[in-house]
């Protein structure tokens, strides 16, 4: 029988399937990606079409780049490598007017880059099943949210009051502080 989960822990799950969500749509355009490179050599292939899709590609994998490092904060892991090979590779015809070996590198690169975008993905994954069994899972820290998973509004406003009194404190005895000192002495010397 599965186990209900909270309205917490629903929008956990919810928000890591729509991590996933990013991360299969951005290795399908970088499926795409490849595709196009290799679609550009074959006889009859209609390359000024190949070159127009290939660099709505490359367009929309920069973009889709930038929201998921933003999104997935620490659990993106997806190669650095990754958008130099986007930027590189400025046309179709660029990538086959190199050499051989370049282009064998490109598609090295291409494969390595493939690789982590799938571990990304996998590792999304079994957050997401992990939180649907009802364990506690943490989503990847982004800059929009603090280290640790932040204070609460109750804890902040303690921790203020503290400050402000201890400051008062160290004010008072600052400028009292010798006063105090010799009544204290007075009553108890």
Same mark, same amino acid.
């Given at each position: 029988m599965a186990r209900k989960l909270s309205k917490k822990q629903q929008q956990l799950v919810d928000?890591?399937?729509q991590n996933c969500q990013m991360v299969r749509e951005f290795m399908n355009d970088w499926l795409m990606f490849n595709q196009l490179v290799s679609a550009y050599v074959k006889p009859n292939a209609n390359k000024a079409e190949l070159e127009n899709h290939? =660099?709505? +590609?490359?367009?929309? =994998? #920069? !973009? $889709?780049? !930038?929201? =998921?490092?933003?999104?997935l904060g620490s659990d993106f892991q997806i190669d650095g490598n990754t958008m130099n090979i986007v930027s590189g590779a400025t046309? =179709?015809? #660029?990538?086959h007017a190199q050499s051989e070996v370049s282009v064998?590198?490109? $598609?090295?690169?291409?494969? !390595?880059?493939f690789i982590s975008i799938n571990e990304t993905l996998g590792s999304l994954e079994d957050k997401k099943a992990r939180a649907m069994r009802g364990e506690k899972v943490a989503l990847g820290i982004t800059a929009d949210q603090p280290m640790g998973g932040g204070?609460?509004?109750g804890m902040k406003k303690g921790m203020i009051v503290?400050? +402000? +009194? +201890?400051?008062v404190l160290v004010v008072v005895f600052v400028l009292f502080?010798? #006063?105090?000192m010799s009544a204290f002495q007075d009553l108890f010397g």
């Open positions: 928000k890591i399937e290939f =660099l709505k +590609v490359k367009s929309k =994998l #920069a !973009r $889709q780049h !930038r929201v =998921l490092k933003d999104h046309s =179709l015809e #660029a990538i064998k590198k490109l $598609q090295n690169e291409w494969h !390595r880059a204070m609460s509004p503290a400050v +402000v +009194v +201890v400051v502080g010798d #006063a105090y």
